[in-house]
């Protein structure tokens, strides 16, 4: 999905909707790989809230936390005006690529999970 369209960006709606309606209460990992600073772990292991993307504000939004009174915020992680969005719901994972290159990676697993 490299190909910056209006089409993509609207199956980017859906995919994220799906990946939502799939993953919910499982437990996710946010890395951002940046060239400039390096390699960052974001978020790891809170519970995954959603994932969406804004096409007015052009932004794809990662959030986390808001769901119990052990993690009562909501945490969000934005990526703006991304070059690509790759969602495999069966393997739990998600990327977005920033104009940069800057890429961020979410990766899922079962709450009960260790």
């Known amino acids: 999905m490299a190909e910056d369209s209006t089409a993509n960006r609207d199956a980017w709606v859906e995919q994220l909707d799906r990946l939502t309606k799939e993953r919910a209460g499982q437990y996710v990992t946010i890395e951002v790989l940046d060239r400039t600073y390096g390699d960052q772990t974001e978020a790891e292991r ?4 959603y994932a969406s993307y804004d096409p007015k504000d052009d932004v794809v939004i990662i959030a986390v936390g808001g769901s119990s009174s052990k993690y009562p915020v909501v945490l969000r992680h934005m990526v ?3 070059t690509e969005v790759d969602v495999d719901t069966a393997a739990g994972a998600l990327k977005v690529v920033e104009p940069d290159g800057t890429t961020t990676f979410a990766g899922f697993s079962p709450a009960s999970g260790t």
């Open 46 to 49: 809170l519970p995954f809230a």
């Open 80 to 82: 703006w005006h991304p």
